[in-house]
């Protein structure tokens, strides 16, 4: 990986300054329309055993772009509809954000998944596996419609 792939620190609430002045020139809704995504997972996992998977942005915009979000998530994913597969819910703070891609920039995120839904039981959360084929997606956080910043892989989740 290239330095200029790596994710940078993005404190909650600040602005990154990888285009100044110019990244800020182009509407949210331009600059949202000139990303791309990519997600990219195994297609078999075990269940109990951590999986790697990334979710790569890319900004096609010949110069730099700044992107504001309407909370301080910057990115998620899911498993069949399910946020970062826990049943129990999260609502991160309403704090906007606005986060800055290089020209042509690419940031790559990583999360990992075991091939279990966390639940919240009668005696304190349970991870329950979720044998079979099952969808994983992955969303840059924008209040707008996500259909061309998300992206799905089907996953084929085994039990050894």
Request: aromatic letters at 8%.
């Amino acid at each position: 990986m290239k330095p200029s792939e790596r994710l940078s620190p993005d404190p909650v609430g600040e602005i990154e300054d990888a285009g100044g002045f110019v990244a800020g020139l182009v509407p949210n809704s331009v600059a949202l329309r000139c990303l791309s995504v990519e997600l990219r997972a195994p297609r078999e996992i075990v269940v109990g055993e951590p999986a790697r998977f990334m979710f790569r942005v890319e900004n096609r915009f010949p110069i730099p772009l700044s992107v504001r979000l309407p909370t301080s998530k910057l990115w998620g994913w899911s498993v069949n509809g399910i946020p970062e597969a826990d049943e129990r819910g999260f609502e991160p703070p309403e704090t906007p954000r606005t986060v800055a891609f290089r020209r042509q920039g690419v940031r790559l995120f990583e999360g990992t998944w075991d091939g279990q839904i966390r639940r919240a039981g009668d005696d304190g959360d349970v991870w329950r596996p979720i044998p079979g084929t099952q969808t994983l997606s992955a969303f840059l956080a924008t209040d707008t419609d996500r259909q061309n910043l998300a992206d799905s892989v089907e996953i084929s989740v085994v039990s050894r």
